[in-house]
């Protein structure tokens, strides 16, 4: 008879960043048509079996991955942690390191085009941009800007995270230079003037 030691942590927290990381790698690497619970079990370094205990199939895998790994992305552009003057965090969107690294803004592309196709994640990423990204961003800009109209914070926020998106497309079909980029970081401080009702 087994008996388990009372106060035991579970495992299963770690197991699941586990999977979940070893998930981005293999979306990075071969895409999301190519993604299989053996291929992420492989790179997890644990049993198909544990995947499927874990997330029950691909699709609940692939949904895991969405709502937990990806929407980091979202909430690294938003950057809740408003320590730092929105200008600054505004300026570093454009720059090397909005995305930690080049396998996550892979992924997220992926992940946009497999929208196009599946109504599943299409949804998700709906939800993550109308319920979390956009109205964290929209939080940020009328904290840092009160005087602005809740219709300009939200136009405002819209067409950032519409400058942004662009921006990193374009990185990754290699238009792009430090010009470029300068470009994009002028461009979003011209909107940050306009709510602040400098232009």
């Not at 370094?45 to 874990?54: A, E, K």
């Not at 938003?78 to 996550?104: C, K, Q, S, W």
């Not at 599946?118 to 800007?145: F, H």
Request: glycine share 6%; aromatic share 8%.
């Amino acid at each position: 008879m087994t008996v388990n030691k009372v106060g035991r942590p579970s495992k299963a927290r770690e197991r699941i960043a586990q999977i979940l990381r070893a998930a981005r790698s293999v979306v990075a690497a071969e895409g999301f048509a190519n993604t299989t619970l053996s291929r992420v079990a492989t790179a997890a370094g644990v049993q198909r079996t544990l995947v499927l205990h874990y997330f029950g199939s691909r699709d609940g895998l692939m949904q895991a991955f969405i709502t937990d790994a990806v929407a980091e992305y979202g909430d690294a552009l938003v950057r809740l942690d408003a320590d730092e003057p929105i200008e600054h965090r505004v300026t570093r969107m454009f720059e090397p390191g909005a995305y930690a690294n080049r396998d996550d803004l892979v992924v997220w592309s992926e992940l946009v085009a497999l929208a196009a196709r599946e109504p599943v994640v299409r949804q998700r990423l709906t939800e993550l941009w109308t319920d979390r990204w956009l109205p964290g961003l929209e939080q940020q800009l009328g904290t840092a800007y009160p005087a602005a109209t809740a219709e300009r914070v939200a136009a405002t926020a819209y067409a950032l995270a519409c400058l942004f998106e662009a921006h990193w497309a374009f990185h990754l079909q290699g238009v792009e230079s430090p010009g470029r980029a300068d470009q994009a970081k002028q461009a979003a401080h011209t909107l940050l003037a306009a709510l602040d009702g400098k232009k």
